[in-house]
C-alpha cells in the first residue's frame, strides 16, 4: 500500500525559511510524477511545484514560488523535499505531497485530481 507521510512545516516569520519532507513508501514501480501543492482556508487547492523522480528530475514550480522555493528527490530515502525560502504571509496554508503512478502532460502538472496519492498535510504559518 503507497503511503505518502510528511513532516516539518510550523511557524515562521517572513522573510525566513523551511523544508517540508514526505517519505514515500510502498510504492511498487514509483511514481514519475511528484509534487507539493497547498490550500488556504477557503481557497481551492493550488500547485506549488512538481519533479519528475526518473532520471534528470525536471523541476517546475507556480509563478508565485519561483526563485523563492525549491522541489527536490533524494531517491535512495524515497523523500521528497520543498526548501522554501523568503517565505511571505501568503504562503500560509496547509502543504501537501502528492504522486503520480502515471507519467503527466504539462498541462496536468499543478492539477491535483490527476495525481493518485496524497500525504497527510502540514501546516505552514508565515507571521508578518
Known amino acids: 500500500q503507497t503511503q505518502l507521510v510528511q513532516s516539518g512545516g510550523g511557524l515562521v516569520q517572513a522573510g525566513g525559511s523551511l523544508t517540508l519532507s514526505c517519505a514515500a513508501s510502498g510504492v511498487g514501480y514509483g511514481m514519475p510524477y511528484m509534487g507539493w501543492f497547498r490550500q488556504a482556508p477557503g481557497k481551492e487547492r493550488e500547485g506549488v511545484a512538481t519533479l519528475y523522480t526518473l532520471g534528470g528530475g525536471g523541476q517546475h514550480y507556480a509563478d508565485f514560488v519561483k526563485g523563492r522555493f525549491r522541489v527536490s528527490w533524494v531517491k535512495a530515502k524515497s523523500t521528497l523535499y520543498i526548501e522554501m525560502n523568503n517565505l511571505e504571509p501568503e504562503d500560509s496554508a496547509k502543504y501537501f505531497c502528492?504522486?503520480?503512478?502515471?507519467?503527466?502532460?504539462?498541462?496536468?502538472?499543478?492539477?491535483?485530481?490527476?495525481?493518485?496519492?496524497w500525504g497527510q498535510g502540514t501546516p505552514v504559518t508565515v507571521s508578518s
Open positions: 502528492e504522486g503520480s503512478k502515471n507519467l503527466l502532460s504539462p498541462e496536468s502538472w499543478f492539477t491535483t485530481a490527476t495525481y493518485d496519492y
